[in-house]
């Protein structure tokens, strides 16, 4: 399914905690061990958090969800960033928002991922909206929860309500419940605590924001805030869009689609994997299997072409075509997580005829199985030099 994107930073970063690392806003999941790629039956709130009834916080604790707002950049650092920085940052043309977080990487549950620290009253506001107003999801952040994303829980194997340890690989560790399955929607962070616990473990404060400038176009506002950003700082853009043609317009070769022979290696690549246990964030023999993007990440490797490491970020490889128009080596994508709406969160690469390969879900092999439409959006017609470009 995914595992941590490591585009923006690993090298910026040596603290206890691991490394910086992008944001996602967190979105609410479904309680229990469930199927990734089907919705919950009973999509109520109260399903989506652990229970809180022992927690400490009172409801006023956390304030009421306010203007929500969409982050359409991330600024990480290796250290806090200054506060006349962050006044810059609120002063550039067309920003409508802010928000300081805290980001790193670390391992939870045993998994390496991207950790944000938060402060709940008002970074829910830069949350999907089904987040954004579960006041309960919020109290047990605030309450000393650890919020992880839908894969994690249910991919992952991580229960909800179960104790895990958080914190650096060889640096502070916590044990922590997990109060929330919560996809983040960017496929750079799996989980979310408060800013307290994540000072707490160590990790750097103040070093990341959330950026929201709805109306500018984005290469030109990344631009001009890199000039007001100390050198060792990143920003990337959080969800670039995908490359759809117009209607009727399919992408033609001019050397920008894989050859015949790319196509029947990548192909038989995958086909070398068949009987491989799925493990969430495997890429490679040394995990023991492959998650979804894993899968294609290897197969793809074998024909020379560079995909990124997340199923949202393979589906920026090329050109967004109808299922219906899709040829053997094509990927097939899909926006399965019941708490992000269009999101990709599983894709494979199909054979034809209805088939496909893929790596469906924990507790499953990398198979070959029928292609199913609910929830697809679509197939990759990947350009191997867009690949290539593509961050991740």
């Not at 109290?139 to 992880?148: E, F």
């Not at 700082?233 to 033609?252: F, M, S, T, Y």
């Not at 005829?353 to 609910?374: D, E, F, L, S």
Request: proline letters at 7%.
């Amino acid at each position: 399914m995914r595992k941590p994107n490591r585009r923006v930073l690993p090298a910026i970063i040596g603290v206890s905690a691991a490394t910086t690392l992008a944001v996602n806003g967190a979105v609410l999941v479904a309680h229990g061990q469930r199927d990734a790629h089907r919705a919950p039956a009973e999509p109520q709130a109260q399903r989506f958090v652990a229970a809180s009834g022992n927690s400490t916080i009172t409801p006023g604790a956390v304030a009421p969800m306010g203007r929500r707002l969409t982050p359409h950049v991330l600024v990480a650092a290796p250290t806090t960033l200054p506060a006349d920085v962050v006044a810059k940052v609120r002063e550039l043309k067309g920003v409508r928002g802010v928000e300081v977080v805290d980001a790193a990487q670390a391992m939870i549950a045993g998994k390496r991922v991207g950790l944000l620290g938060v402060d709940p009253s008002t970074f829910r506001n830069y949350t999907p909206e089904p987040t954004a107003k579960s006041d309960a999801l919020w109290r047990n952040i605030a309450g000393g929860d650890v919020a992880i994303s839908f894969t994690m829980g249910s991919d992952g194997g991580v229960q909800l309500g179960s104790q895990v340890p958080v914190g650096g690989k060889d640096g502070k560790q916590s044990q922590l419940r997990i109060g929330a399955y919560a996809t983040m929607g960017i496929g750079d962070v799996d989980a979310v605590v408060s800013r307290g616990n994540a000072q707490a473990l160590g990790m750097p404060t103040g070093n990341a924001l959330l950026v929201s400038a709805p109306k500018q176009r984005l290469d030109r506002f990344l631009k001009g805030l890199r000039k007001v950003l100390p050198k060792q700082a990143e920003a990337v853009e959080i969800n670039p869009k995908v490359d759809v043609p117009k209607a009727g317009q399919l992408p033609k070769a001019n050397n920008r689609v894989m050859t015949a022979e790319q196509v029947q290696t990548v192909i038989r690549a995958a086909h070398t994997r068949l009987g491989w246990p799925y493990v969430w964030g495997g890429e490679s023999e040394a995990e023991g299997g492959y998650d979804c993007s894993g899968l294609m990440q290897f197969a793809f490797a074998k024909a020379g072409i560079r995909l990124p490491r997340v199923a949202a970020d393979q589906a920026r490889t090329g050109w967004v075509i109808p299922y219906g128009k899709a040829q053997p080596g094509d990927m097939l994508i899909w926006a399965n997580d019941p708490t992000a709406p269009g999101y990709i969160s599983h894709i494979a690469l199909y054979l034809g005829n209805g088939k496909m390969i893929a790596a469906p879900r924990r507790g499953t092999v990398v198979q070959v199985q029928n292609v199913y439409t609910r929830n697809m959006k679509g197939a990759v017609r990947v350009n191997p030099h867009q690949a290539a470009r593509t961050p991740g």
